[in-house]
């Protein structure tokens, strides 16, 4: 999950803003958390898992 569209209850700004110490707060949580997809778009993960797939059948077709 990003930041970026996330609002703060405690300002009611945009949590990527960090204007006060809850967003600044939560903005570095998140940013400690980010694994090895999170800076995928859902676009670029459907594209991905599309081209698996493909690959997945034009090796199966070798195969056979």
Same mark, same amino acid.
């Given at each position: 999950m990003t930041c970026d569209r996330l609002v703060c209850a405690?300002?009611?700004?945009?949590?990527? $803003?960090g204007r006060c110490p809850v967003c600044r707060a939560s903005? $570095?949580?998140l940013q400690q958390q980010e694994g090895l997809f999170a800076g995928l778009t859902p676009a670029a993960l459907v594209a991905l898992l599309v081209a698996l797939v493909a690959l997945a059948v034009v090796a199966r077709s070798f195969a056979a």
């Open positions: 405690n300002c009611a700004s945009p949590v990527s $803003e903005r $570095e949580r």
